[in-house]
């Protein structure tokens, strides 16, 4: 299969399954001696797409490839995988909370703003503006 079909048929485009062999995570196939076009395998597609999967749920390129290396391994044990798993969840729900928390505050600072007025007077600006002077007096008094 050519690089144009595996992109095709995997919904990625070639860039993308020229970036994962640069990344080691699918085996760039051998240049044919008479100078045509690379061959790729049909287990391409079923890895690409398990690359494609396993970022939708939040894997970086690097917990991926360790992934592959497990899927791999017969001697690799599920409850690697499984806390594998559970980290990138604890990692998630970390960000949900930030993510929340972010919300939270711009709620505030919305509700607190009148939505009319000069600019300069905007209680969103100066309550950036002395949150931000508040970090800068915080990181003076760490040193």
Avoid: H, W
Wanted: glycine share 8%; proline share 5%.
């Amino acid at each position: 299969m050519r690089i144009s079909v595996v992109a095709k048929n995997t919904g990625v485009g070639v860039e993308t399954v020229r970036f994962y062999e640069r990344q080691g995570l699918i085996a760039q196939p051998p240049r044919p001696s008479d100078g045509g076009f690379r061959s790729y395998p049909p287990e391409v597609l079923e890895r690409i797409r398990f690359i494609r999967q396993a970022q939708s749920l939040g894997f970086s390129l690097k917990e991926i490839d360790e992934l592959l290396s497990l899927r791999a391994d017969p001697s690799a044990d599920c409850g690697d995988v499984r806390q594998r798993a559970q980290s990138k969840l604890e990692e998630v729900d970390a960000k949900i909370a930030s993510l929340t928390a972010i919300r939270s505050a711009l709620r505030g600072l919305i509700d607190a703003c009148p939505g009319e007025g000069a600019a300069r007077f905007c209680s969103i600006l100066d309550s950036l503006e002395s949150q931000a002077k508040g970090e800068v007096q915080l990181e003076k008094r760490r040193r």
